[in-house]
C-alpha cells in the first residue's frame, strides 16, 4: 500500500510593507523552525513574485518559498495560531 504524502508551501516575503528588508537570520529561522516541526524542508531562494489586491489598489511582493512534504495524517491537517517564522515581538507595525 502506497503511503500518502501532502505538500506545504510557505511564501516568505523579503520585503516587510514599509520597503525594509527582511532580515535574512529571520528566513533562516523560519526555515529551521520548519524543520523542528516537521523534520525536513525545503528552501527555495529564487525570487518569486506575488501580486495581489486589496480595497482596489494592487501590490507586488517578492518572496521565497519553504517546501515541507509531510505524511497525510489529522495532525498534520490542523492549522498553526501563528505563522511560520513570525516574530513575537515587533511585527504589529513591521508588515506581519
Same mark, same amino acid.
Not at 525594509?20 to 529571520?26: A, D, G, I, L
Not at 516537521?38 to 511582493?61: C, I, K, M, P
Not at 515541507?68 to 489529522?74: A, E, K, N
Not at 491537517?77 to 508588515?95: I, T
Given at each position: 500500500?502506497?503511503?500518502? @504524502?501532502?505538500?506545504? +508551501?510557505? &511564501? &516568505?516575503?523579503?520585503?516587510? #510593507? $514599509?520597503?525594509?528588508?527582511?532580515?535574512? +537570520? @529571520?528566513?533562516?529561522?523560519?526555515?529551521? +523552525?520548519?524543520?523542528?516541526?516537521?523534520?525536513?524542508? =525545503?528552501?527555495? =531562494?529564487?525570487?518569486?513574485?506575488?501580486? @495581489?489586491?486589496? *480595497?482596489?489598489? &494592487?501590490?507586488? $511582493?517578492? &518572496?521565497?518559498?519553504?517546501?515541507? $512534504?509531510?505524511? $497525510? *495524517? !489529522?495532525?498534520?491537517?490542523? %492549522? #498553526?495560531?501563528?505563522?511560520? %517564522?513570525? !516574530? *513575537? *515581538? #515587533?511585527?504589529? #507595525?513591521? %508588515? @506581519?
Amino acid at each position: 500500500m502506497a503511503s500518502k @504524502w501532502r505538500r506545504f +508551501e510557505v &511564501l &516568505l516575503p523579503l520585503q516587510f #510593507n $514599509d520597503g525594509r528588508e527582511v532580515p535574512p +537570520e @529571520w528566513l533562516a529561522e523560519a526555515v529551521l +523552525e520548519v524543520v523542528d516541526q516537521f523534520g525536513a524542508a =525545503t528552501y527555495e =531562494t529564487q525570487r518569486v513574485e506575488g501580486h @495581489w489586491r486589496h *480595497s482596489g489598489v &494592487l501590490y507586488r $511582493d517578492d &518572496l521565497v518559498k519553504i517546501v515541507v $512534504d509531510v505524511p $497525510d *495524517s !489529522p495532525g498534520h491537517r490542523r %492549522g #498553526n495560531s501563528r505563522p511560520v %517564522g513570525k !516574530p *513575537s *515581538s #515587533n511585527s504589529l #507595525n513591521c %508588515g @506581519w
